[in-house]
T-cell receptor, first 108, second 113 residues
Framework: AQRVTQPEKLLSVFKGAPVELKCNYS??????LFWYVQYSRQRLQLLLR??SRESIKGFTADLNKGETSFHLKKPFAQEEDSAMYYC??????????FGGGTRLMVKP | DAGVIQSPRHEVTEMGQEVTLRCKPI?????LFWYRQTMMRGLELLIY????????DSGMPEDRFSAKMPNASFSTLKIQPSEPRDSAVYFC???????????FGSGTRLTVV
């Protein structure tokens, strides 16, 4: 069974500091990995996916198969980045399995 | 496109009452998912449908929960009887075949007192 682990429930940083939101997955095959973001009182939105290797709002995430990780990074955090972040994986089936989420707070 | 539409946005009900949550997926999306979000457990998949057919309902917590998708544009999640521990935000999401991501609705915040 797939499992996605986000070890930090809360991450608090100051504006301008680097951010790394950790995500580890367990899946025997080749999963598709995603990061979703949920701003206060809004719906979940897809932030980025590992397949496209894109940078969205300054965030990047690299799939490390050796460490089974897909950490989300941003070199300089902004206050508007404060939100709930969910890592998710999709295996052979259609379902997304989400991690427990990490709340990022960026202080001024 | 209005996106995935969920109703009601908020529901407060008494323990023992029946609760029905509604979802309208994006037109043309053939997969629909119901998730429950709580502080303790995060996002849990309850059930998902493919072409209106339930594929995996292993996440449905117990028999009090049931979900239907009578057609491609409508799904319901019913809790009968409701209990205080059912209090959570329930999200519906849909996905088009072949697409990467899901599109989520705004959620229904359920409070059972």
């Amino acid at each position: 069974a797939q499992r996605v682990t986000q070890p930090e429930k809360l991450l608090s940083v100051f504006k301008g500091a680097p951010v790394e939101l950790k995500c580890n997955y367990s899946y025997s095959g080749s999963p598709e990995l995603f990061w979703y973001v949920q701003y206060s009182r809004q719906r979940l939105q897809l932030l980025l996916r590992h397949i496209s290797r894109e940078s969205i709002k300054g965030f990047t995430a690299d799939l490390n198969k050796g460490e089974t990780s897909f950490h989300l990074k941003k070199p300089f955090a902004q206050e508007e980045d404060s939100a709930m972040y969910y890592c998710a994986s999709r295996g052979a089936g259609n379902m997304l399995t989400f991690g427990g989420g990490t709340r990022l707070m960026v202080k001024p | 496109d209005a996106g995935v539409i969920q109703s009601p946005r908020h529901e407060v009900t008494e323990m023992g009452q029946e609760v029905t949550l509604r979802c309208k997926p994006i037109s043309g999306h053939n997969s629909l998912f119901w998730y429950r979000q709580t502080m303790m457990r995060g996002l849990e998949l309850l059930i998902y449908f493919n072409n209106n057919v339930p594929i995996d309902d292993s996440g449905m917590p117990e028999d009090r929960f049931s979900a239907k998708m009578p057609n491609a544009s409508f799904s319901t999640l019913k809790i009968q009887p409701s209990e205080p521990r059912d209090s959570a935000v329930y999200f519906c999401a849909s996905r088009k075949q072949g697409a990467d991501g899901y599109t989520f609705g705004s959620g229904t915040r359920l409070t059972v007192v």
